[in-house]
């Protein structure tokens, strides 16, 4: 009956390794077809603006109509630019989200598959559940490991090794 048990595991692994470069391709694709919408919007708004001009020089009987049109145009350009820029802001948020989503959930299958066995030994702690906590404990532990104590810092000052009262 272990056997089932262990053999579920490399499965399970097996299979989240074949999903996660799916999915993360899906998210890439997406996030292609969301640039090439607003580079469509970036070339829309540039002819507008061209036509708008061009329309101006053909219609206009005076400096003044002429100035007016053109400044026209110009607001409605930067109103656009700001719209786009705007949108690609908020796409890009949410689709690094989705994408470190992604990563992280592809990668949660080989913690599994490496810590299952650790887990089963006699005094072995849990895995850190998250990145960000696994992250968040190497740095403690290198802070705590490299930073000296209060009484080493008092006997390596500068002051007490100059003075020679000091190590």
Not at 84 to 110: F, K, P, V
Not at 121 to 130: C, F, K, N, R, T
Request: proline letters at 4%.
């Amino acid at each position: 009956m272990t056997r089932e048990t262990d053999a579920v595991g490399p499965f399970e692994f097996c299979r989240a390794e074949l999903a996660a470069p799916l999915h993360v391709t899906e998210v890439a694709e997406d996030w292609c077809r969301d640039l090439n919408t607003l580079a469509g919007r970036v070339i829309a708004r540039d002819r507008d603006a061209l036509r708008r001009v061009e329309t101006a020089l053909s219609q206009s009987g005076d400096w003044y109509g002429l100035v007016s049109t053109i400044q026209s145009a110009t607001q409605h350009y930067t109103n656009e630019s700001f719209s786009i820029w705007g949108d690609a802001c908020m796409q890009m948020t949410r689709h690094q989200a989705e994408l470190m989503e992604a990563l992280t959930s592809g990668s949660g299958a080989w913690r599994a598959f490496c810590f299952s066995p650790v887990q089963k030994l006699p005094g072995v702690e849990a895995p850190i559940g998250s990145f960000s906590a696994w992250l968040r404990a190497c740095q403690d532990a290198i802070v705590q490991g490299a930073a000296p104590s209060h009484e080493e810092r008092v006997a390596q000052s500068p002051v007490r090794q100059a003075t020679g009262t000091g190590v």
